[in-house]
């Protein structure tokens, strides 16, 4: 490889390399940029190793680049797929672009390396107890202000230095990876404003969170604020958020942030995958589709249906919001979907296999586990939020665990479906405490912190195959702005890790 002159030579901090969707023999990286300053390449090109051998190139040419935003002329981005990998196995990946000099002043001629990142293809089964295990690594809610990398930072030391058993495989991030409707800018009408505005939030985002995009597969599902709070509704008491409720703002908002979606979170509606027949796999969006009666359109929603109800193993439920909640009475959250939320609950409890929910939203960290359905299975839930708390007047947002609801499903849900609602297990130490609720930050009045807060936070959920066939579950949450050590690892939240066996 010829490097180009210094002078040649840019930060290369405004350019992204995100890997998306893995498979066991397949992979996508999407690359590009989300900044507005930067020139589109004459040429580039996406490199894959093994080994520390080259096995795959991906060009890619100026007429290569798409616009990730409807309307406007910079910023852009290529997706590319390689396939036929070997399962279980770690790649590394990077994006160049060809420099070239004018042939007096700029004569070295040369590819520059832009990002890297690195991935793991699926395994063809669950591993074995003692041999290793399939991780994912777990967030939601990601506030850049205050952050100063640290969320990154610490993902990317796990992955790089953690223990075999902890380091991510893929990440799940369930909502809220951008705050669209933070800021007083928000007020703007003008739709060229809005854009620009969506546009930036997601580059700022994008660069802060590298070290987390970058890792392994990256599954992401949007919640409220990747359009606006208690999106698709505009009855928000928010007076930042009133412009919304002018059609030509409230259109031109929601066009952008879909854009975003779409194309840059590239996030599923329903979407499984499967580890051999060990474990099966659901990314659910239950936000972007929302109308007043239903959380997703009929047929997206009877597909989640049919994966629930035809398991003939332990399930993985990736959601935005969580389903171990009580009533809402400012914003809506799964339950004021009474229908749809008893459909789905029914169709978890159908058959004899656990189930555990991996979500976020709720500014809290907290594992707690009921009895679901009359087959024998179990309803775990796993909840990671936030991975950088918001600040200022925004900070009242802040929360902390709670043991509630008490009891699972809903009394009036339970009856529907021929059920009794069952005592949630938020598993109490002797002091009463709950052992897996995540820890908490005082807050100070005239602060950047004013409310007593959730720590910054991701969680790991480790799963392998013990001699008996069945699966075995580990969650710990990892404290981002609390290094340790000599490679800053994050620090453990819990004293001992949650365990579980499924059946």
Request: one cysteine or more.
């Given at each position: 490889?010829?490097?180009?002159?210094?002078?040649?030579?840019?930060?290369?901090?405004?350019?992204?390399?995100?890997?998306?969707?893995?498979?066991?023999?397949?992979?996508?990286?999407?690359?590009?940029?989300?900044?507005?300053?930067?020139?589109?390449?004459?040429?580039?090109?996406?490199?894959?190793?093994?080994?520390?051998?080259?096995?795959?190139?991906?060009?890619?040419?100026?007429?290569?680049?798409?616009?990730?935003?409807?309307?406007?002329?910079?910023?852009?981005?290529?997706?590319?797929?390689?396939?036929?990998?070997?399962?279980?196995?770690?790649?590394?990946?990077?994006?160049?672009?060809?420099?070239?000099?004018?042939?007096?002043?700029?004569?070295?001629?040369?590819?520059?390396?832009?990002?890297?990142?690195?991935?793991?293809?699926?395994?063809?089964?669950?591993?074995?107890?003692?041999?290793?295990?399939?991780?994912?690594?777990?967030?939601?809610?990601?506030?850049?202000?205050?952050?100063?990398?640290?969320?990154?930072?610490?993902y990317r030391a796990l992955c790089e230095h953690g223990a075999a058993t902890v380091r991510p495989d893929?990440?799940?991030?369930?909502?809220?990876?951008?705050?669209?409707?933070?800021?007083?800018?928000?007020?703007?009408?003008?739709?060229?404003?809005?854009?620009?505005?969506i546009a930036d939030d997601y580059a700022l985002h994008w660069q802060a969170l590298d070290g987390i995009?970058?890792?392994?597969?990256?599954?992401?599902?949007?919640?409220?604020?990747?359009?606006?709070?208690?999106?698709?509704?505009?009855?928000?008491?928010?007076?930042?958020?009133?412009?919304?409720?002018?059609?030509?703002?409230?259109?031109?908002?929601?066009?952008?942030?879909?854009?975003?979606?779409?194309?840059?979170?590239?996030?599923?509606?329903?979407?499984?995958?499967?580890?051999?027949?060990?474990?099966?796999?659901?990314?659910?969006?239950?936000?972007?589709?929302?109308?007043?009666?239903?959380?997703?359109?009929?047929?997206?929603?009877?597909?989640?249906?049919?994966?629930?109800?035809?398991?003939?193993?332990?399930?993985?439920?990736?959601?935005?919001?969580?389903?171990?909640?009580?009533?809402?009475?400012?914003?809506?959250?799964?339950?004021?979907?009474?229908?749809?939320?008893?459909?789905?609950?029914?169709?978890?409890?159908?058959?004899?296999?656990?189930?555990?929910?991996?979500?976020?939203?709720?500014?809290?960290?907290?594992?707690?586990?009921?009895?679901?359905?009359?087959?024998?299975?179990?309803?775990?839930?796993?909840?990671?939020?936030?991975?950088?708390?918001?600040?200022?007047?925004?900070?009242?947002?802040?929360?902390?665990a709670t043991s509630r609801p008490e009891s699972f499903p809903p009394a009036t849900t339970a009856r529907?479906?021929?059920?009794?609602?069952?005592?949630?297990?938020?598993?109490?130490?002797?002091?009463?405490?709950?052992?897996?609720?995540?820890?908490?930050?005082?807050?100070?009045?005239?602060?950047?912190?004013?409310?007593?807060?959730?720590?910054?936070?991701?969680?790991?959920?480790?799963?392998?195959?013990?001699?008996?066939?069945?699966?075995?579950?580990?969650?710990?949450?990892?404290?981002?702005?609390?290094?340790?050590?000599?490679?800053?690892?994050?620090?453990?939240?819990?004293?001992?890790?949650?365990?579980?066996?499924?059946?």
């Amino acid at each position: 490889m010829f490097l180009p002159s210094r002078s040649s030579l840019t930060s290369t901090a405004q350019w992204s390399l995100v890997i998306h969707r893995v498979g066991t023999a397949s992979a996508e990286a999407w690359v590009g940029t989300l900044f507005p300053t930067l020139k589109m390449p004459e040429r580039a090109r996406v490199r894959l190793f093994r080994d520390g051998r080259e096995v795959r190139s991906a060009s890619i040419s100026k007429s290569d680049w798409r616009r990730p935003f409807r309307g406007m002329r910079r910023r852009f981005f290529k997706v590319v797929r390689f396939r036929r990998l070997e399962a279980g196995c770690e790649y590394r990946v990077t994006f160049e672009r060809l420099v070239e000099g004018d042939g007096q002043n700029e004569p070295v001629r040369g590819w520059q390396e832009l990002r890297a990142g690195a991935f793991c293809t699926l395994p063809p089964r669950l591993p074995l107890k003692g041999e290793g295990a399939f991780t994912i690594g777990l967030g939601s809610c990601f506030y850049k202000h205050r952050d100063g990398r640290r969320a990154a930072t610490a993902y990317r030391a796990l992955c790089e230095h953690g223990a075999a058993t902890v380091r991510p495989d893929i990440t799940a991030l369930t909502g809220d990876q951008v705050y669209l409707d933070i800021g007083f800018d928000s007020l703007s009408l003008i739709p060229d404003e809005i854009r620009e505005r969506i546009a930036d939030d997601y580059a700022l985002h994008w660069q802060a969170l590298d070290g987390i995009l970058g890792q392994g597969g990256t599954w992401m599902l949007p919640d409220d604020h990747e359009y606006w709070n208690d999106y698709p509704f505009v009855d928000s008491p928010i007076p930042a958020l009133w412009s919304l409720r002018l059609p030509h703002v409230r259109e031109c908002w929601e066009a952008a942030a879909r854009d975003g979606v779409t194309n840059i979170q590239r996030s599923p509606v329903v979407e499984t995958l499967a580890i051999g027949e060990d474990l099966t796999l659901c990314f659910a969006d239950l936000r972007s589709h929302r109308t007043d009666e239903a959380l997703l359109p009929a047929a997206p929603f009877q597909k989640l249906l049919d994966w629930a109800k035809r398991r003939t193993c332990p399930g993985i439920l990736i959601l935005p919001q969580p389903l171990l909640v009580g009533q809402n009475r400012v914003e809506r959250n799964l339950r004021s979907y009474r229908e749809q939320y008893a459909a789905l609950i029914g169709a978890l409890g159908a058959v004899p296999h656990d189930i555990v929910v991996l979500s976020g939203d709720v500014h809290f960290g907290r594992i707690a586990s009921v009895p679901i359905g009359n087959a024998g299975a179990r309803l775990f839930e796993i909840i990671s939020s936030p991975l950088s708390n918001l600040t200022g007047l925004n900070g009242v947002a802040a929360s902390t665990a709670t043991s509630r609801p008490e009891s699972f499903p809903p009394a009036t849900t339970a009856r529907g479906l021929g059920w009794e609602p069952r005592k949630v297990n938020y598993y109490k130490d002797r002091a009463g405490r709950g052992r897996f609720f995540v820890p908490i930050h005082k807050g100070r009045l005239l602060s950047d912190y004013p409310r007593k807060r959730t720590r910054e936070h991701f969680m790991t959920v480790s799963l392998c195959r013990a001699d008996t066939g069945r699966v075995e579950i580990t969650a710990q949450a990892w404290l981002v702005r609390e290094p340790t050590g000599p490679w800053d690892l994050p620090a453990k939240s819990f004293r001992r890790s949650f365990r579980a066996v499924l059946r």
